[in-house]
């Protein structure tokens, strides 16, 4: 496989080297791509040096996948090129994710919708894919009515600059501001722009976006997304509502017979999941699972999950496995 990793020094780009090396993806040719002014460096892939190329070199090459961490305008503008130049790419921000003739795919839950003409495929949100590793096999058993989620969102998600902030705000040093806030010591119910009915973007990807992964639209989904002062993973607290009554020890059977889900859940020996466990890690954690005493067949439950693995790179890397699995690319 010829791989072309579009958006190789960002924060995401860095970690899907790092989870193409350790996976053992079948790599006989990388290709790292950058913005212009990056283009000449050096970035490390299994311990070689790999010089950054142009956008229009790497379609030259014709890689066989291209998985993009560029942002939605570099995506919009240069993912067509690559596919019509016969490139599958798999696309890591929001351009392409609604869009009804391209799929959202969270491997584990829908890879069985990839077909060999899909020559753009999106990577859903980061505090998405967490969510539905939960939502899709709850649903196939007992049919969701309504969820109401609650993140509590890693830096990390924003980038290295707010990384830096929290880190400059933790030291006392003097660092440049990317939230309209301190981040230390805080929580931020502000997680991307707000749209003019009040949500953020953010909320309104958690809203939309698992509707059309799990290919249901008969729930409803509301969201408020919170940005924290942590590194290692987002956090999401969810009420789900279902059509059908459930016993909990079956919904913890459920969860723990789902690949990529660990059920941590003991909560007498204070065992539940956190950030600090699940940075590093490409499994979706899940516990704290209890019913909501509030009304009839409605459960709460916790959800953590490395945003830069499995909610960004990990899963790209995954669909991209599927495709050579699959022979679909």
């Known amino acids: 496989m010829k791989v072309a990793v579009v958006g190789s020094t960002g924060m995401v780009g860095q970690v899907m080297l790092k989870v ?13 791509v950058a913005s212009e002014k990056s283009v000449g460096k050096k970035v490390k892939y ?7 190329v142009s956008m229009k070199d790497a379609i030259a090459a014709k890689p066989d996948i291209a998985i993009f961490s560029a942002g939605g305008s570099t995506s919009l503008e240069f993912a067509p090129l690559f596919a019509e130049a016969g490139v599958t790419v798999i696309d890591n921000s929001s351009a392409w994710r609604m869009d009804p003739d391209k799929k959202l795919v969270v491997p584990e839950i829908n890879a069985d919708v990839l077909t060999k003409e899909d020559k753009i495929i999106a990577n859903p949100n980061c505090s998405t894919i967490q969510l539905v590793m939960v939502l899709g096999p709850l649903n196939k058993k007992y049919d969701l009515k309504r969820v109401i989620v609650s993140t509590y969102q890693s830096v990390t998600g924003t980038g290295k600059a707010a990384v830096d902030q929290l880190n400059g705000e933790i030291s006392g040093n003097d660092t440049a501001k990317v939230y309209p806030y301190q981040i230390f010591k805080n929580a931020l119910p502000h997680c991307d722009v707000f749209a003019d009915d009040d949500y953020t973007k953010e909320e309104i990807k958690l809203m939309k976006e698992p509707k059309k992964i799990l290919g249901d639209d008969t729930f409803n989904l509301t969201a408020t997304a919170v940005r924290v002062p942590v590194q290692g993973g987002h956090s999401e607290s969810v009420n789900i509502e279902f059509e059908n009554e459930f016993e909990l020890d079956e919904v913890r059977k459920i969860l723990s017979e789902t690949p990529g889900v660990v059920v941590m859940d003991d909560v007498k020996n204070n065992h539940y999941p956190m950030p600090l466990y699940s ?12 019913r909501d005493l509030s009304q009839p067949k409605t459960l709460n439950l916790w959800i953590v999950a490395d945003n830069l693995r499995k909610g960004a790179a990990t899963n790209a890397v995954q669909i991209a496995e599927y495709l050579v699995a699959n022979n679909l690319v």
């Not at 193409?20 to 990388?30: D, I, K, S, W």
């Not at 490409?282 to 704290?288: A, N």
């Open 20 to 32: 193409l090396e350790e996976r053992n993806f079948p790599v006989t040719e990388l290709i790292p």
């Open 46 to 52: 299994k311990q070689k040096e790999f010089t950054i």
């Open 279 to 290: 940075e590093g890690k490409d499994e979706v954690f899940v516990g704290r699972i209890r």
